[in-house]
């Protein structure tokens, strides 16, 4: 079943429901992009169920502390800062440290979720991947990643064998791991 | 490797890769040789990395809104502005929810029951909030506010404390060689809620103490009580859940029940679902569901009788419900949740009854004027001092 994508006026209709504390506004949000921020925090992570427990967290803690909340801004980026947060914290206790900030890129790129408060210079090396992707292989990696969609049937829906759509995603993610590093570290 | 440093991304990259230069290949070798966690996190980066395409998991996304809705429909919202509501303004004539078989709206105009002593301006007495401190296994303690951000506490023992947002939860991923117990305490005017290793939630009431293992081990379940708790105790046939309080010892068969002893007072045991057994002196009563087990530690008198069990257990969702029952025993339980101090000018006054859903998280001045309307008292407020007057 594919949901589209909320439009940035509906968006916005969300966000002041989210602060008078509508639970229906929530669980609009769990429905439209649980799946993307889980797999934007599995990046990071790289565990199922820790990615999981970290965007629950923080739709909790959106519930909480909705005070907080400016619903003038976006509140899907909003969200998304606390997932990130909780991301580089739970790095922090593995001692780990990311200081090109590769793994928000690595994030972005794999969840199909921008941040546009992130500073130019990440979301021009942000593109600068883009670039490097293979035709078609960006979408089979988006359809099968953040919107969980089986090989056979993004095969069926674009009307290409299943081997091929293998294909195109191994190059994906082939040139993806060769070029985080590569271009991320390069510029 | 020095404790503090942290190891750069870029070169557990480099080392998925194989492309780990030798000065990246030993901080690489410290890193991991430093926990084990470091090495788990290693494993799963390399799977990720090198992955080619897996069938894709489905997040069980209603079953995270259930619990979401869980959540949400147990805790409240903090919002701004402060409410900070003055005396005058209360007495004025706010809209209030008084559930009584149904849902009626009251404009309430015409009853001042609540009167300030002193003329100077009054803060509005809040309801408790979430805060707690835990004290852990090596005598340390760790303060709750209830604003936490979500963190992990570690423990001495090897307990991983998942601690956020008026919550506590113990998770361990190894063993726990030796019995380490935590206390959780919780002020007048606080709540918390505590989920244990087994996966039991307890809602913990103010001005209450609880000590427990920060993982279970041998044949019983066993925490100690002092003050009041509701329990959803996970189910263990071969491992009984007791809690023991200064008066008796519950026993439970897997169940959800309350357990109010507060030192001094007369304890009671509320069963709400399952079965639990209450042990004073080696004999054993067996409760129902909607049965009381109350013990007067002034007469060593203890007996069973049936109640509705929602007024003594629904406190942990919000709601404040009184059959028919004594001022006396009323105001003390808001004098814990309000942290106030309350006086009764007549002695008869503490034998008044009332009958009455509140709200557990209204203004102090709202629970009391909802008193006043049906039962014939004033209430005067002096800073934090109650006192019950006679109203003619």
Known sequence: MKKPQPSPEELKAIGLRIKQGDKEAFHFLYRHYFDSLQEYAMRYVYDYQDAQDIVQDAFLSLWVNTDQYDPSRNIVTYLLVIVKNACINHLRNLKIRDSHRDKIVEAMLFSNLEDPETDPELQKRLREVLKTLPEKGHHILLEHIVRRKKISVIAEEMGIAESTVKTHLKRTLKTLRENLLFILIGI | ?392
């Open chain 2, 1 to 392: 490797m020095d404790k503090n440093q942290m190891i750069e991304w870029e070169i557990i990259a480099r080392k998925i890769k194989g492309e780990a230069s030798e000065e990246e290949e030993q901080i690489f070798q410290a890193w991991l040789a430093e926990d084990d966690s470091h090495r788990k996190y290693y494993e799963k980066a390399e799977k990720a990395w090198n992955e080619e395409c897996s069938e894709p998991r489905k997040a069980d996304i209603e079953r995270l809104i259930e619990r979401f809705d869980w959540f949400a429909d147990r805790t409240p919202r903090r919002q701004a502005p402060v409410r900070r509501m003055n005396w005058s303004l209360a007495a004025a004539g706010v809209a209030i929810l008084l559930a009584a078989g149904g849902i009626l709206w009251l404009k309430q105009k015409e009853v001042p029951a609540v009167q300030t002593v002193a003329q100077a301006q009054h803060e509005a007495i809040e309801p408790g909030r979430p805060q707690a401190r835990i004290i852990l296994a090596d005598g340390q303690t760790v303060n709750l506010t209830g604003r936490d951000s979500v963190t992990v506490v570690q423990d001495k023992s090897g307990a991983d404390i998942h601690v956020g947002k008026g919550m506590a939860s113990y998770k361990s991923e190894s063993p726990i060689a030796a019995e380490q117990y935590n206390t959780i305490e919780i002020p007048r005017g606080g709540e918390f809620c505590l989920q244990l290793s087994d996966g039991t939630m307890v809602w913990l009431n103010s001005d209450t103490r609880l000590r427990y293992p920060v993982a279970f081990s041998g044949k019983e379940r066993a925490v100690e009580l002092q003050g009041e708790a509701y329990f959803e105790v996970t189910k263990d046939r071969a491992h009984p859940f007791i809690v023991r309080t200064a008066g008796a010892d519950v026993r439970v068969y897997g169940t959800s029940f309350n357990v109010n002893a507060y030192p001094g007072a007369v304890q009671h045991t509320t069963l709400a679902t399952g079965s639990v057994g209450v042990a004073r002196n080696g004999r054993e009563y067996r409760l129902q569901p909607g049965q009381q087990a109350r013990f007067n530690p002034k007469d060593e008198h203890t007996e069973i009788r049936n109640v509705n069990a929602a007024s003594y257990c629904l406190w942990h969702k919000g709601m404040l419900i009184f059959e028919n029952e004594r001022l006396e025993d009323i105001m003390a339980r808001l004098a814990v949740w309000y942290n106030v101090e309350t006086a009764f000018e007549a002695e008869r006054l503490k034998d008044l009854h009332f009958t009455g859903d509140l709200e557990r998280y209204a203004d102090f001045s709202e629970v009391l004027r909802m008193i006043a309307m049906t039962t014939k008292v004033n209430f005067k407020i002096n800073g934090r001092q109650v006192t019950v007057c006679p109203r003619e």
